[in-house]
C-alpha cells in the first residue's frame, strides 16, 4: 500500500466507476423494494381499531427458518387485522445489535417485541428497560431470562430440543444398546443457545445412554463449508464414529454433505436441527433418517397472536389455555405458551412440508 | 547452512510443514492416508486460487480484504440463475455469467484504487461490508436448495479420479506461473510494487497494472467460487464470510510483503498448505474437549510463530 | 482571503459537516421523531465503546499503522475481568486486572512492530486470532454474568443527562487533544506518519512512541471493554468481534489518510456522528439489517472519494 503519485485526476472514470457501482445496487435492490417483502408493513382497512405493533425480532435474519416463521406471523397479522407486524433482526446473528434493536423499539414506543434471543444474558438489560416502558414482552423460539419478558411461546424447550435429538439418534443407531461414538458440530463454539443444548444433551446421554460415547465438540463458525471439513476429519480421525449432531442450521447440511461425500450413507448416522427444505435430498436419499424440528410457521403465527392478545387485554395472567385461531386451543403452563410436540420428518413424512 | 534454508521463506516454511506432518503421523498415522491428503488438498483449492490473485495485488502495492463478500454474493448469484425454482438458466450460461461478475466486481475495486485514487483498503473494506449486504438483499431469506447436478459436478465430480477443483488449481497455478515468469505483465507487477515512481518513469501504466489485478483477483474469486460451492448441496447467505482474513493471512505468512514488490508463489503455495492444514492437525491429534476451545489461540500462534521466526530472521541476516 | 476560505472549504471536516446537516434535514423530512434529543440520548448508548477506541486509532492511523487487534484484547480484558470475578476476586480488582491485560496486549503488539518492524497490519492481524484464541482457552467460551450493581452501574447509569461511558469518552478525548496540539508529541505522532526515517534522523523517539501508541490502543480497549460488560452484565469471548472495522470505518470516514501523516481527531468524531446517525436512522426508518450493511459501505467508499477530489482542488487552484 504505497502512496499512489499525485497526478491529475482522471474524473470521468471516478464518475464511471461510482455511476457504475450505483447502478449495480440499484439493479440488485430492484427485486425487493423496501417498502413491502420482508419489512412485511401490513396496512389493514380498519382504522376504527387502533393499531398494534408488533415487533418480531429473529436470532439472524436471513436463515431460511426464521423466514418461515415469519410467514406464519404475517398470515397471523393479516388475518387479525390490527397489527402492523414489522420482522427485522440482526444479520450477522450478533447479541449487541439484537439488544441495541430492542432499544431502538422501545424508544419508537411498539406495543409487543417478541424476541428470540440469541444470548439471553446480553438482551436482558435491554428488555427490561422495553417492559419499565410499558411494552409487552414475548420471548419466542428460545426463552429469554424469566423477569426480562412477559411470556415465553414455546415451542420445545432447550431441555426438550436437546432430549429429541439425543433421542431420535439413539433411535436412527438402533436402539439404547448400541454401543456408539458420536460427535457435535455446533455453530460458534460461544453460541449461547447451542451451549444450552448441549448441556442438556450431555447430562441426558450421561444418565439415560451409557453406551453413547460423545467424543468431540466442534465449531462450525457459522459456515457451511467448514462444518463440511470438520466432519470429514473427525470421520478420519475417529473411525468409530457413528453419529453426528448437526446442531445449527449451517452445521447440519455441512455434516450431511460430508457423510454423504465419504460413502458412510447409512454407516453413520447425522441428525439435528434444520428446515425440511435444506435437507430434503439427504433425507430422500438416505444419508438423514430424522431432522428434527417444529412447525416455524405454526410458531411465528401463534406468537403474533399471544403479541395481539397480550396488548389487548385478552390475554391475562393466570389463564390456563388460549384460543390460537386456526391452531386451536393451546395450553398455558405457568408464563409459557405452548405450541406442542417437536416434528421429526423422516423419508415418509417430509413430503408433506414445504419450508 | 541453515540460516541459508531459512532465508528462503518456502523452503522454512516446507521444513516446517514436514515437520508438523511427521509428528502428527507418528501420533496418528491415519494422516498420512491418501483419503486424507487428498481432502485436506480439496479443502485448500479454493483458497489456493484466490491466493494466487491476492498475493498479485500485494506484490502490486495493494491490498484486497473484499474477497469474501465477493464469494458470498458469487455464490447467491450463481445460485438463483441456476436453481430450478428460480431463473432456471442453462449451467454453462450460469457459470460464463459467475465468471463475470467476478471480474466486474474486480474491476469496480480496480477503477476505485487505480483510477479515483482510493486507497485499496478503503475500497475493499467498504466493498466487504457493501457486498454481505447484497448478498442478504439476494438471498431474500431464502437458500438455495436445489442446484443441479451438472453444477454439482463442479464441487463433486472427478476426472481421472482427480477431483475437478485440484484440476481448476493446477490450471490456475500454471496460468499463473506463466503469468509472472513469461510475460510482460508479471515483470510489471512486480516492477510497480516495488517502486512505483520508477515504474512509471519507466513508461509503464501502473494504473492499468493495478486495474489488472484487481479484475484478475475477481475472476479468480469467481472460479473458487465456481469449484468450491457446489460440493455443498445448499447455498446458503453466509458462504464467504472470513474467507478475505484466512487468504491475506495464507499470503503474508507465505512472505508477500504488504508493502509491495516481493512474493513468491512457492512461498504462497506452502503459507496455504500450513493454514488448511493446521485445524486438521488438532483434530488428528485427539487433544480432548479442552483443547476445542483452545484451538483458535493455537492457530493464532502459528501464525504469530510464522511471521516472528521469519523477521527474526532477516533482521538476524542485515 | 480567497485561499484561506478555499482552504476551509476543502477540508474534510467541512465536507463531513455539511454531509451530516444534509442527512438531518433529511432525516427531519422523512422521520421527525427520530431528532427528539430523547431518542439520540439512548441510540448514543452503545457508539461510546466504539469512540473511545477510535481516540487510539486515529493516532495509530496518523502514523500510517493499524490496530487490527482492538476487538480481540476487548474480549480477553473482558474474559479477564470475568473469571477473576467468578473465582471470587473483588470487582476493583478484576477490573484493574482486566486494563493490565489489555495494556500488555497493546505493548506486546507496539513492541513487535517497534523493535522487531513487523508490518502492523500483520502483526495485528495475527494478534487478532491470538487474543481471541486465548480468551476462548481460558473462559471455555462460557459467559460470565451477575456483576455486582455497584459494576452494572457504571454501564447503566446516566451522569448529568450522559451515559457515565460518554464522560469517559470526553475526558480522553480532551487530554489526547490537548496533548496532540500542545505537546511536541502531536507534531512527532504526524512525522513519523509522514515519513519515518525521516522522524529517526531528527530525534523523534519513533519506538518509544509507537509502543506508546499501541499501548494505549491496548488500554482504551480494555476500558471500552469494561464499559461494555458493565452495560451488557455478561463477559464472554465473542465481546467485541467485528469492531474493529467499525472503528476503522469511522476514522477513514473522518478524513484520517491510511498512508498516514493527515488527519485530525475532530474529523475522527464527525466520522463517528456521521455513521453512527446513518446507521440508527437507516434501521430506525427502513427496519431493515441489510441495508445498513450496503449503505456504510458505500458511505465510505463515497466519502473518501469526495474527500480525494475536494483535496485535488485544493491542491491545483
Not at chain 2, 431464502?142 to 463442479?154: Q, S, V, Y
Not at chain 2, 447467505?237 to 509491495?260: A, D, F, K, Q, R
Amino acid at each position: 500500500m504505497k502512496k499512489s503519485n499525485p497526478r491529475k485526476m482522471h474524473h470521468r472514470f471516478v464518475v464511471l466507476s461510482l455511476l457504475a457501482g450505483i447502478a449495480f445496487i440499484f439493479t440488485a435492490c430492484s427485486p425487493a423494494p423496501p417498502s413491502d417483502a420482508s419489512s412485511t408493513q401490513l396496512v389493514s382497512k380498519d382504522n376504527n381499531k387502533k393499531k398494534i405493533t408488533i415487533c418480531l425480532i429473529p436470532k439472524k435474519k436471513g436463515l431460511p427458518y426464521f423466514t418461515s416463521c415469519a410467514k406464519g406471523a404475517e398470515e397471523a397479522a393479516m388475518e387479525l387485522g390490527n397489527v402492523e407486524l414489522i420482522y427485522d433482526g440482526p444479520t450477522d446473528g450478533s447479541p449487541e445489535k439484537q439488544a441495541s434493536m430492542i432499544e431502538q423499539y422501545t424508544l419508537k414506543g411498539v406495543d409487543v417485541i417478541a424476541v428470540s434471543p440469541n444470548d439471553p444474558n446480553v438482551v436482558a438489560p435491554a428488555l427490561r428497560k422495553a417492559r419499565a416502558r410499558g411494552i409487552h414482552v414475548l420471548s419466542w423460539d428460545a426463552d429469554a431470562i424469566q423477569d426480562s419478558r412477559d411470556y415465553f411461546v414455546n415451542q420445545a424447550t432447550a431441555e426438550a430440543i436437546a432430549h429429541g435429538m439425543v433421542n431420535t439418534m439413539v433411535k436412527d443407531l438402533g436402539g439404547p444398546e448400541t454401543r456408539a461414538d458420536v460427535a457435535i458440530v455446533t455453530a460458534y463454539l460461544t453460541a449461547a443457545n447451542q451451549n444450552v443444548w448441549i448441556e442438556h444433551m450431555k447430562t441426558h446421554i450421561d444418565q439415560q445412554y451409557p453406551n453413547l460415547n460423545l467424543v468431540a465438540i466442534k465449531p462450525s463458525d457459522e459456515d457451511q463449508k467448514l462444518a463440511f471439513k470438520v466432519t470429514q476429519d473427525l470421520m478420519k480421525a475417529y473411525p468409530d464414529i457413528k453419529g453426528f449432531f448437526g446442531i445449527s442450521s449451517v452445521s447440519f447440511p455441512g455434516a450431511a454433505e460430508a457423510v454423504k461425500q465419504a460413502g458412510k450413507t447409512g454407516q453413520v448416522m447425522v441428525t439435528g436441527l434444520a428446515t425440511p427444505n435444506s435437507m430434503r435430498s439427504y433425507v430422500e436419499g438416505g444419508t438423514v433418517k430424522s431432522v428434527v424440528l417444529w412447525n416455524t410457521a405454526e410458531l411465528g403465527y401463534l406468537t403474533i397472536k399471544v403479541g395481539e392478545a397480550l396488548a389487548t387485554g385478552k390475554l391475562k395472567q393466570g389463564d390456563t389455555s388460549f384460543d390460537a385461531g386456526k391452531l386451536g386451543k393451546k395450553k398455558i403452563a405457568g408464563d409459557q405458551v405452548l405450541l406442542g410436540d417437536i416434528l421429526v420428518f423422516t423419508k415418509e413424512n417430509i413430503h408433506q412440508y414445504d419450508f | 547452512m541453515i540460516t541459508y534454508l531459512l532465508r528462503h521463506r518456502a523452503i522454512g516454511l516446507f521444513l516446517f510443514i514436514g515437520l508438523l506432518t511427521t509428528v502428527v503421523s507418528w501420533i496418528n498415522p491415519a494422516f498420512l492416508s491418501a483419503q486424507n491428503l487428498r481432502d485436506i488438498a480439496v479443502q485448500a483449492a479454493p483458497i489456493c486460487i484466490i491466493s494466487c490473485g491476492v498475493m498479485l495485488v500485494l506484490v502490486a502495492g495493494e491490498i484486497d480484504i473484499s474477497v469474501g463478500s465477493m464469494m458470498g454474493v458469487l455464490a447467491a448469484s450463481m445460485g438463483i440463475m441456476v436453481s430450478a425454482s428460480r431463473a432456471q438458466l442453462p449451467p454453462h450460461v450460469a457459470i460464463a455469467l459467475t465468471l463475470l461478475i467476478g471480474i466486474g466486481m474486480g474491476l469496480f475495486n480496480g477503477l476505485l484504487v487505480a483510477y479515483a485514487g482510493v486507497p485499496s483498503i478503503i475500497v475493499t473494506l467498504g466493498m466487504l461490508t457493501a457486498l454481505r449486504g447484497l448478498t442478504e438483499i439476494i438471498m431474500n431469506g431464502a437458500w438455495i436448495t436445489d442446484l443441479p447436478e451438472e453444477i454439482r459436478f463442479l464441487g463433486t465430480g472427478t476426472i481421472l479420479s482427480v477431483p475437478l477443483s485440484l484440476w481448476t488449481t493446477a490450471g490456475v497455478l500454471a496460468m499463473t506461473i506463466w503469468l509472472i515468469h513469461r510475460t510482460p505483465i508479471g515483470r510489471r507487477i512486480y516492477a510497480t510494487g516495488s517502486n512505483p515512481q520508477a515504474a512509471q518513469l519507466a513508461g509503464l501504466s501502473i494504473k492499468s497494472i493495478k486495474l489488472f489485478v484487481f479484475a484478475w483477483t475477481g475472476l479468480l474469486t469467481a472460479v473458487a467460487t465456481l469449484v468450491s460451492v457446489p460440493q455443498l448441496s445448499v447455498v446458503d447467505s453466509g458462504i464467504g464470510v472470513g474467507t478475505e482474513l484466512l487468504v491475506v493471512t495464507c499470503v503474508v505468512v507465505g512472505g508477500t510483503s504488504v508493502n509491495g514488490g516481493v512474493g513468491t508463489l512457492s512461498g504462497v503455495l506452502c503459507g496455504v498448505a500450513l493454514m488448511t492444514m493446521i485445524s486438521t492437525v488438532l483434530i488428528f491429534l485427539k487433544l480432548g474437549e479442552h483443547a476445542t476451545y483452545w484451538s483458535r489461540a493455537i492457530q493464532g500462534l502459528f501464525i504469530l510463530g510464522a511471521i516472528l521466526a521469519d523477521h527474526w530472521i532477516s533482521n538476524h541476516k542485515k | 482571503m480567497k485561499a484561506i476560505f478555499l482552504r476551509t472549504l476543502s477540508l474534510p471536516e467541512t465536507f463531513l459537516s455539511c454531509l451530516i446537516i444534509t442527512l438531518f434535514a433529511l432525516i427531519s423530512q422523512l422521520d421527525p421523531s427520530f431528532l427528539q434529543w430523547e431518542v439520540q440520548r439512548s441510540l448514543s448508548s452503545h457508539i461510546w465503546e466504539l469512540a473511545i477506541i477510535a481516540i487510539p486509532m486515529t493516532l495509530i492511523i496518523l502514523t500510517a499503522g493499524i490496530d487490527l487487534s482492538v476487538g480481540s484484547i476487548m474480549s480477553l480484558s473482558a474474559i479477564t475481568a470475568g473469571m477473576l470475578f467468578q473465582a471470587g476476586s473483588s470487582m476493583p480488582l478484576a477490573c484493574g486486572a482486566a486494563l493490565l491485560t489489555g495494556t500488555l496486549g497493546g505493548f506486546l503488539n507496539g513492541f513487535f512492530i517497534a523493535r522487531m518492524r513487523v508490518h502492523p497490519l500483520i502483526i495485528t492481524l495475527a494478534t487478532m486470532a491470538t487474543y481471541r484464541g486465548i480468551a476462548e482457552g481460558i473462559s471455555q467460551a462460557k459467559p460470565v454474568s451477575g456483576f455486582p450493581a455497584g459494576f452494572t452501574r457504571l454501564g447503566q447509569d446516566e451522569w448529568l443527562n450522559l451515559p457515565f461511558a460518554a464522560w469517559v469518552f470526553f475526558i480522553i478525548f480532551v487530554s489526547v487533544f490537548w496533548v496532540i496540539h500542545r505537546r511536541a508529541l502531536g507534531l512527532h505522532v504526524y512525522a513519523i506518519g509522514n515519513n519515518d526515517t525521516a522522524s529517526r534522523f531528527s530525534g523523534i523517539h519513533v519506538d518509544r512512541i509507537l509502543i506508546g501508541l499501541y499501548t494505549f490502543s491496548g488500554f482504551a480497549s480494555a476500558l471500552a471493554a469494561l464499559l461494555f460488560v458493565a452495560r451488557r452484565n455478561t463477559a464472554k469471548a465473542d465481546v467485541g468481534m467485528g469492531i474493529e472495522l467499525g472503528v476503522i470505518t469511522a476514522v477513514v470516514i473522518g478524513g484520517v489518510s491510511i498512508f498516514g501523516g493527515r488527519g485530525t481527531l475532530v474529523g475522527t468524531c464527525l466520522g463517528l456522528l456521521l455513521i453512527h446517525e446513518t446507521r440508527e436512522f437507516v434501521s430506525w426508518h427502513w427496519n431493515r439489517d441489510e441495508f445498513i450493511l450496503i449503505v456504510l459501505g458505500l458511505l465510505l467508499i463515497v466519502s473518501v472519494v469526495f474527500q480525494k477530489l475536494l483535496r485535488h482542488k485544493q491542491n491545483s487552484s
